[in-house]
Nanobody, 128 residues
Framework: QVQLVESGGGSVQAGGSLRLSCAAT?????SRWSSRCMGWFRQAPGK??????????????NYADSVKGRFTISRDNAKNTLYLQMNSLKPEDSAMYSC??????????????????WGQGTQVTVSS
C-alpha cells in the first residue's frame, strides 16, 4: 500500500528556513516512482489549497510566484523521497504543507490535476 509521510514542519521566525521531506513507501520498481510527477501544496485556514512547487520525471520544476527564489523542490529517486527547502520564510508562508505524487505527467502537465496520492500534511508556522 502506498503511503506518503511528511516531516520537517515546525515553527520558525520570519527569515528562517525549514526543510520538508516526504517519504514514500509502497512504490515498487514497476510502479516507477522516478517517472512520476510530484509536488508540494499548502493550505492556510480559510483559504483554498494552492500549489507551491512541482517536479516531473526529468526534474523540470515549477514554482508559485510567491515562493520563487526562496523555495527549492528536489527529489531523491533512490530514497523515494521528495524535499522542499524553504528559505527566507515569511508569515504568509504559514500553512499546512502536503506532498502529492501523481501520474506520468511532464512539463506544464505536472500540476495538481495530475496528483493522485496525498500525504497527511505537516504544519509550518512562521512568526513575525
Amino acid at each position: 500500500q502506498v503511503q506518503l509521510v511528511e516531516s520537517g514542519g515546525g515553527s520558525v521566525q520570519a527569515g528562517g528556513s525549514l526543510r520538508l521531506s516526504c517519504a514514500a513507501t509502497g512504490y515498487t520498481t514497476s510502479s516507477r516512482w522516478s517517472s512520476r510527477c510530484m509536488g508540494w501544496f499548502r493550505q492556510a485556514p480559510g483559504k483554498e489549497r494552492e500549489r507551491v512547487a512541482t517536479i516531473d520525471n526529468v526534474s523540470y520544476t515549477n514554482y508559485a510566484d510567491s515562493v520563487k527564489g526562496r523555495f527549492t523542490i528536489s527529489r531523491d529517486n533512490a530514497k523515494n523521497t521528495l524535499y522542499l527547502q524553504m528559505n527566507s520564510l515569511k508569515p504568509e508562508d504559514s500553512a499546512m504543507y502536503s506532498c502529492a505524487v501523481g501520474g506520468y505527467c511532464s512539463g506544464g502537465s505536472c500540476n495538481e490535476g495530475c496528483m493522485g496520492r496525498w500525504g497527511q500534511g505537516t504544519q509550518v508556522t512562521v512568526s513575525s
